[in-house]
């Protein structure tokens, strides 16, 4: 692959994510509405969080079925609820556009469609993760009452306590590790690995591989 | 050096993709050890500032930064580079991806050091647009600040990968040891 086509590359991609983040922005408070189900779902299976409800601003209310046990509100005998900002979950679906102006940046994967169609279910899978790495590190600030060194300012102990079991340090840390790492990390990671997954053109000036035979 | 895929064997794509994901979740895991946090993060994001700030009094702005923050004292607009504004994450993603990859060791650490460079002047691009964004379109601010440049980051790391891997590619083979 040739320096034009580096360069026809990184001109169509750039040129292409801007009218792509504008759509994006229009249409991912929808997209965080319509995941909600799903997340929900998953995140039953493996936390306490009984259900998510939509909070009207974009984002959602997580209800748990910690039961609260001291505190101001340890009298009313109620779960503990947190929120979920809707500018965190916007954050996994950055991804979306990112894949979009790889995918259709000449040189373009032979099978365009079925890139699209695998990436756009990869990335879905990865919000459901992604999201649910984000409830796990509120719960595991529940439940161990105590800031997450992935964000000492946002993951903050409520003023009461739940009862659960606390998790070990190591968990306490990879529950950080893995909310940094779905906020951070994985939304633009994610589409540059699929490109390279799906797109021999890409391995072929990403990587330095041979043209097929 | 390339990357090749025959497909009898895949183990130098495969030793390359371990290779990536052990540095960078390393990484990534040593942003959140707090001696490191507070002895190299914070500070560095604390340089941030202070280049931004020179920078834009370069141009006759009239930035003031302390600690962290940058600000247009005049017109009492500032901004805060907190943890996942400083690129440092980028960073470490690029930085991981050329280390990993089979070339010669003095190209890597070159790719690696000038490839950070290029992506902090990047950032500071961001951080200073940022700074003014909040003064003159402060609803944009949000957009901007937390998916279009982060975009934009990482794609700048990839381009700069790109051209990376096609310049160390065309080193004369008589040069490698």
Sequence with gaps: MDRSARFRFALFAVAALVPLMGLWWLSVDSMIAALRPLVAWFAALLLPVRDLLPDGAGGWTAQTSLQVTSGKWADARQEANFPVAAELLRR????????LALALAPPRAPRLGLMLVAGSAALTLLFVLSATALLFVFVAVLINHAPNPADRLQFVPPPFYVAAPHYSGPIFFLAGLAFYMASYVLPLLAPILLWFAFNPASRRFGLGAPPPC | MTLDFPPASRWPAVRYLAGFALISI?????????????????????????????????CGGGAEAQGAVLSLARFGSGVEIANGCNAIEASILLAAAILAFPARPAHRLAGAVVGVLLLQAVNLLRIISLLY???????????????????????????????WQRWQDRRPLAATG
């Design chain 1, 92 to 99: 996994y679906l950055v991804a979306w556009p990112f894949f």
């Design chain 2, 26 to 58: 390393g990484g990534i895991a040593a942003l959140l050890v707090e001696p490191i946090d507070t002895g190299l993060v914070q500070p560095f994001s604390r340089v941030l500032a202070s280049v931004s700030a020179a920078a834009i009094n370069l």
């Design chain 2, 133 to 163: 964004l909040d003064l003159y379109a402060p609803a944009w601010f949000d957009f901007f600040h937390l998916y279009f440049w982060d975009a934009l980051i990482m794609l700048d790391g990839l381009l700069i990968f790109l051209v």
